[in-house]
């Protein structure tokens, strides 16, 4: 397993992460998977590529997009849980604290296996996020490297008023 943090050594690295997010949040709404696609081509190590891709994926989450939040994420997301289902799911999941607002991303793990998930390539990404009333929520999405070198959100989890401790 590889841990990247917030201002950890890797700062190039990071850095191309975080221009990738600001291509995201300033591309109009066909735009978000494109260049998340675009940003996996230029950054290298695995944990900025599934970074991208969740933040994307993330954005529809924020926007009310949980249609298109389902066609994009990994196939092994989509086996899992009928759209109408996740639709449901996920309104049901976030409503009592939207809106979500600023995140801040304390972990990201690279590892080849997960518990109940079959062998592969996931990054394990752990966010602290703002939401309403001044609280925060545990945010974990866990994005899956596809095979054609994409990489796609195959789970999601909030937790309600849960710190996520940072690794050292």
Known sequence: ????????????????????LALLLTAGPGRAQETADEAQET??????????????????????????????????FKEAVAKEAWEQQAVSARAPFEP???????NAVYTSSLPNAPPGEYVVLQYQTAVSEGRSVAETVVPMKQDDGSWRVSGYFVKPNQAVPRRD
């Open 1 to 20: 397993m590889r841990f990247l943090r917030a201002g950890d050594a890797r700062g190039s690295v990071a850095l191309t992460g975080m221009a990738a």
């Open 43 to 76: 950054a290298a190590s695995p944990e900025v590529l599934a970074r991208a891709a969740a933040d994307a994926w993330l954005h529809l989450l924020d926007t009310g997009r949980f249609s298109e939040s389902w066609e994009s994420a990994a196939a092994l």
């Open 100 to 106: 979500f607002g600023e995140r801040q991303l304390l």
